[in-house]
């Protein structure tokens, strides 16, 4: 189990019960963000830490645990969540709005702007959903060239979405207050609505795009608890 704390150190817990390693380089130093961990991903046999600081790390999960592998570019703000993809790279969510497609060799591909802070994300319906402090969802998707482009936003709640997890036909979301709410992913996905404001830029294809027609509908949503 692999646990990380808000001075910035990762450590392994072993399942069996023993005592937490804290990570460190083969010299003994120790390896650790400028800022708190903030999200962490399993992605093979590597770990993935995001950091307040804007970091992101790839640590060696299997062959030699702990060893750090890769210091990603420091680009996009803070890190507030990250997901595997299909083709097993990764998306990140800044608290800037950025949205990043990286490689599972640690190279940038894409990246996205949207209007406020990310702070959750899940896969669904081969769309990447992003959780946000404005209350929206908004759904991406992953081109065939690593690209990333906006596929719809929906105003899911009042506060910020703070966690999302899916099932088999679902994704639920939370927010500070207690609202759980249920979307249906085929409905969500049926259309497409975006919003004015976000743009977009591949590293192969640098140029800008533009999203328009902003969504003032919930679709396929049950609410769970109080106000959203």
Same mark, same amino acid.
């Given at each position: #189990?692999?646990?990380?704390?808000?001075?910035?150190?990762?450590?392994?817990?072993?399942?069996?019960?023993?005592?937490?390693?804290?990570? $460190?380089?083969?010299?003994?130093?120790?390896?650790? @963000?400028?800022?708190?961990?903030?999200?962490?991903?399993?992605?093979?046999?590597?770990?993935?830490?995001?950091?307040?600081?804007?970091?992101?790390?790839?640590?060696?999960?299997?062959?030699?645990?702990?060893?750090?592998?890769?210091?990603?570019?420091?680009?996009?703000?803070?890190?507030?969540?990250?997901?595997? &993809?299909?083709?097993?790279?990764?998306?990140?969510? +800044?608290?800037?709005?950025?949205?990043?497609? %990286?490689?599972?060799?640690?190279?940038?591909?894409?990246?996205? +702007?949207?209007?406020?802070?990310?702070?959750?994300?899940?896969?669904?319906?081969?769309?990447?959903?992003?959780? +946000?402090?404005?209350? @929206?969802?908004? &759904? %991406? $998707? #992953?081109?065939?060239?690593?690209?990333?482009?906006?596929?719809?936003?929906?105003?899911?709640? @009042?506060?910020?979405?703070?966690?999302?997890?899916?099932?088999?036909?679902?994704? %639920?979301?939370? $927010?500070?207050?207690?609202?759980?709410?249920? %979307?249906?992913?085929?409905?969500? #996905?049926?259309?497409?609505?975006?919003?004015?404001?976000?743009?977009?830029?591949?590293?192969?294809?640098?140029?800008?795009?533009?999203?328009?027609? #902003?969504? @003032?509908?919930?679709?396929?949503?049950?609410?769970?608890?109080?106000?959203?």
């Amino acid at each position: #189990i692999w646990v990380g704390t808000m001075a910035g150190s990762l450590f392994a817990l072993p399942i069996a019960g023993g005592a937490a390693k804290e990570l $460190t380089a083969a010299s003994g130093s120790q390896r650790r @963000h400028e800022g708190a961990v903030r999200c962490l991903l399993s992605v093979g046999g590597q770990l993935w830490s995001g950091s307040e600081s804007a970091e992101i790390f790839v640590w060696d999960a299997e062959r030699k645990p702990g060893s750090l592998l890769q210091k990603m570019e420091r680009e996009g703000g803070a890190v507030s969540a990250m997901i595997r &993809l299909p083709d097993g790279g990764v998306l990140s969510g +800044h608290k800037s709005g950025i949205v990043q497609v %990286w490689g599972v060799d640690g190279a940038r591909h894409s990246w996205a +702007h949207s209007r406020s802070a990310v702070k959750s994300a899940v896969l669904a319906g081969n769309l990447a959903w992003t959780g +946000h402090s404005d209350g @929206h969802f908004r &759904l %991406w $998707t #992953i081109l065939d060239d690593c690209g990333v482009e906006l596929f719809r936003s929906v105003p899911a709640h @009042h506060t910020a979405v703070l966690g999302m997890v899916k099932d088999a036909v679902s994704v %639920w979301s939370c $927010t500070k207050n207690g609202t759980l709410r249920q %979307w249906s992913i085929a409905l969500l #996905i049926m259309d497409k609505v975006l919003e004015p404001g976000v743009v977009s830029s591949r590293r192969s294809n640098p140029t800008l795009r533009s999203a328009g027609g #902003i969504a @003032h509908r919930r679709a396929g949503g049950s609410t769970l608890g109080g106000r959203a």
